[in-house]
């Protein structure tokens, strides 16, 4: 079976790369399989976070597409040498997790693709009361529920609107 060469993510005409089809990278180890048999390394937190939402939503976690590699500089995971990129796709064709790091500080990123929108992980899941979004929220989102957002919004509920700087 051959491997989708990118994922659309619902923001305008946006598409990611297939990451498991970056084995050119040096030292590259690709993974392509179940979501439920991959080593998130150091997102393994924020991957049970985001599944305990999903699931609250219905949804889970499907498949996993990635590739660790070693950095050109020697920086990435606190100077660890091993860089990690990955696509994981769910239940729901119009949700989609991608993690990017590269090789140089600063340059990652780290969003959730909600039906049209792309939200930074560390904000959908947050602890932190100013950044946290209601479960409420959450599940509205991840169900593409337009009229619970845009009453959850009318009652003072913090609710992304669309590609917005403040969630990206």
Known sequence: MALQERFRTGVRNTTVPNPALMSELSGAQVYSGLASQYDFLKQKENHQRLRACLQ???LDFTLAHAVTFQ???GWCYENSIR???F???TTDPGVLWYKYVAGHPGSGQNHLFVHGRRIKVSQFVSTNEYWRLEESVQVALLTNNR???ELLAA???RVPKG???LWC
């Open 56 to 58: 609250r939503a219905g």
């Open 71 to 73: 950095s050109d500089t």
């Open 83 to 85: 860089c990690h990129r």
């Open 87 to 89: 696509v994981v796709e």
């Open 147 to 149: 009229q619970l957002l």
């Open 155 to 157: 009652n003072g509920q």
């Open 163 to 165: 590609d917005d700087q």
